[in-house]
């Protein structure tokens, strides 16, 4: 099972779209999957389901950020090779949906009507576009981490 396919998986499990997506990878970098989930739980639904930057966007982030390990403070080229790599994310990101915002995406308002997520039901995954949002951030995510191997 690919990562992005596991990633797709999680969110149908009910994670939201950072979790889904920085749980698929989390495990294979030594940190135990729940404590990728709540670190990861704040960024659903665009941060806080403010609809602003898309949890899976996040989510791949932290995967990418995880995969290369820590960067020394003192080397500055360190922090710009991890930026750089996750510039590479957004784009094959973006390429796709033409925006990192959630609310873009939805074709809702920033900052959402409220901090209350939907329920689960067949029709929100009917609705919403998010579990092939969440299968793109993570095969993304995946194939920039393969390329630093």
């Known amino acids: 099972m690919t990562k992005a396919d596991r990633a797709k998986a999680l969110f149908l499990e009910g994670y939201n779209c950072a979790q889904a997506t920085f749980g698929a990878f ?24 403010l609809r ?3 949890g899976a966007v996040t989510g791949a ?16 080229d360190a922090k710009t090779a991890v930026y750089k790599e996750i510039r590479k994310v957004v784009e094959i990101f ?12 939805l074709g809702v308002t ?8 939907e329920p689960r039901t067949n029709e929100y995954y009917q609705k919403r576009p998010c579990a092939d949002l969440v299968y793109l951030a993570a095969s993304a995510a995946e194939k920039i981490i393969s390329q630093l191997k």
Do not use: K, Q, W
């Open 26 to 49: 989390a495990e294979d970098y030594g940190l135990d999957f729940n404590v990728a989930m709540t670190l990861s739980a704040g960024l659903g639904g665009g941060i806080g389901r």
């Open 52 to 54: 602003e930057t898309c």
């Open 61 to 76: 982030t932290l995967a990418v950020s995880l995969a290369m390990g820590s960067f020394d403070l003192h080397n500055p």
């Open 94 to 105: 973006e390429e796709e949906t033409g925006s990192i915002v959630c609310a873009d995406m």
């Open 110 to 117: 920033r900052r959402g009507d409220s901090p209350t997520a």
